[in-house]
């Protein structure tokens, strides 16, 4: 089994920045993309930063030049941080890992809980 531990979350002011973690613990034989999605109220869930094992990068254009996806492959953590933060910014921020399970001869995605990120003045 694995699961997703998300943190850094809350409420900040526009121009404000918040740093949001995701760790990957349990019988993980690999990891290869990490990830970060958001959805806001009535919309559709949407990629905002995507990493690979390998080092790729994408972002959306939306948060090009705000927003900074890293991880650390030895601790299954990724990060993401976010600087500049806009209204709009608003939503749920989950993590979504690609994981090949220990005993499995399979990829499989996993899904963090969700953390809640709310710009407003």
């Known amino acids: 089994q694995v699961q997703l531990v998300e943190s850094g979350g809350g409420l900040v002011q526009p121009g404000g920045s918040l740093r949001l973690s995701c760790v990957a613990s349990?019988?993980?034989?690999?990891?290869?993309?990490m990830d970060w999605y958001r959805q806001a109220p009535g919309k559709q869930r949407e990629l905002v930063a995507g990493s690979t094992s390998g080092g790729s990068t994408n972002y959306a254009d939306s948060v090009k030049g705000r927003f900074t996806i890293s991880r650390d492959n030895a601790k299954n953590t990724v990060h993401l941080q976010m600087n500049s933060l806009k209204p709009e910014d608003t939503a749920v921020y989950y993590c979504?890992?690609?994981?090949?399970?220990?005993?499995?001869?399979?990829?499989?995605?996993?899904w963090g809980q969700g953390t809640q990120v709310t710009v407003s003045s």
């Open positions: 349990g019988s993980i034989f690999s990891i290869n993309a």
């Open positions: 979504k890992v690609v994981v090949r399970p220990t005993q499995l001869r399979v990829w499989r995605d996993y």
